[in-house]
């Protein structure tokens, strides 16, 4: 008998419950899965949301893995009572949440849509873009989210540079890394997108002088973590004229907080960490995937390097 316990916000339960039955049937998998198991010790996995109110994963002793349902693992990863293999999440309806807010935003500076969709009245001011091949496009985190953006971007035509932590070769996309990677990008796109995890490596990456090294008029997307942007140094290169417009969907403080400057800055579009939501079908099925590779002695997929810290 496999016991799972799902250790995430109630309000998740009812669609995931389904959903995970669901999966573990078509895996052929017999899983008690459950809220609340009397004795810690008799769980095999934990499904968790980082959000859980659960952070003492010392009682169970008999833990296989602990599998989250989010892709940044930034709260859990340094947990000194998680002795346990993690997994993060990578779902397909994830991703292509990712896909589709990046690229959304992208063609919304790319095309100065806000330029008429904000003018009252409407006015007549013809500002005719260029084509995306004449567009650059960065991306800082070629991993499972960043590389789908950068290959739809560049399925537009957008000239897509990305930029990770390893030498990446993704057709079509100019790949780099390391600080003198990161500083062509900047000078070189004029709209930059961070899809990275918040690590102690990533921690303040976009400081002044890194936002001082973009092109001047640049656009800034950050769907990645807060952590990454220095927040008072954006501010001054908002303020000054240096970048036109920055789009946050996460923050250091979620929900931001009603007083912060980001919230009625004219520069600033704050989304509500909408970018991409873990989706419960596909999710499960990874789920699913995983406790079968772990009970048939497979390596388990997306585990998280805990030295890395992603
Ligand atoms: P992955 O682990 O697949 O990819 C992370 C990428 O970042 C990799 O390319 C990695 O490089 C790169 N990277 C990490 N550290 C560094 C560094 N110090 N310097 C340069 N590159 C670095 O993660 P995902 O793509 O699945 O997710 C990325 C992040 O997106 C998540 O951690 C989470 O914070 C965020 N997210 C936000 C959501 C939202 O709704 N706003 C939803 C889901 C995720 P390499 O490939 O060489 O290891
Ligand atoms: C995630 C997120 O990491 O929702 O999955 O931000």
Redesign the pocket.
């Known amino acids: 008998m496999i016991r799972a316990l799902f250790s995430a916000p109630e309000a998740a339960w009812p669609q995931y419950h389904a959903a995970l039955e669901r999966a573990f049937d078509e895996a052929g998998l017999k899983i008690v899965l459950s809220r609340a198991i009397a004795r810690p010790a008799d769980v095999d996995y934990i499904i968790y949301a980082p959000n859980d109110a659960l952070t003492d994963f010392s009682p169970y002793t008999g833990c296989k893995a602990v599998m989250s349902l989010?892709?940044?693992?930034?709260r859990i990863v340094a947990n000194p009572t998680l002795t346990q293999p993690l997994c993060?999440m990578?779902d397909e309806g994830?991703r292509a949440?990712?896909v589709e807010y990046v690229t959304g935003h992208v063609l919304r500076y790319h095309l100065g849509l806000d330029r008429y969709t904000c003018a009252t009245p409407p006015g007549w001011d013809r500002q005719v873009p260029p084509l995306a091949r004449d567009r650059t496009v960065g991306i800082?985190?070629?991993?499972?989210?960043?590389?789908a953006c950068a290959r739809t971007l560049a399925g537009f035509g957008f000239h897509v540079v990305g930029?990770?932590?390893?030498q990446?070769t993704l057709p079509g996309i100019t790949c780099l890394?390391g600080p003198g990677g990161l500083t062509h990008l900047l000078a070189e796109a004029e709209i930059v997108v961070l899809?990275?995890?918040?690590?102690p490596?990533?921690e303040n990456?976009m400081n002044a002088d890194r936002l001082a090294a973009m092109r001047p008029g640049a656009a800034l997307i950050n769907?990645?973590?807060g952590t990454l942007i220095d927040d008072d140094a954006l501010l001054a290169a908002l303020d000054r004229g240096h970048l036109a417009h920055a789009t946050l969907?996460?923050f250091r403080t979620e929900p931001l907080p009603e007083n912060h400057p980001f919230r009625a800055h004219p520069r600033v579009t704050v989304t509500p960490?909408?970018?991409?939501?873990t989706r419960p079908d596909s999710a499960a099925r990874v789920i699913a995937e995983n406790i079968r590779r772990a009970e048939t002695g497979e390596p388990m997929l997306y585990r998280v390097d805990r030295t890395?810290g992603?």
């Open positions: 989010w892709a940044g693992v930034e993060r990578v994830l949440g990712m800082l985190g070629l991993g499972a989210l960043g590389s930029w990770s932590q390893t990446k890394t899809i990275l995890p918040a690590t490596g990533t990456l769907p990645g973590r969907d996460v960490h909408i970018a991409a939501e890395r992603y």
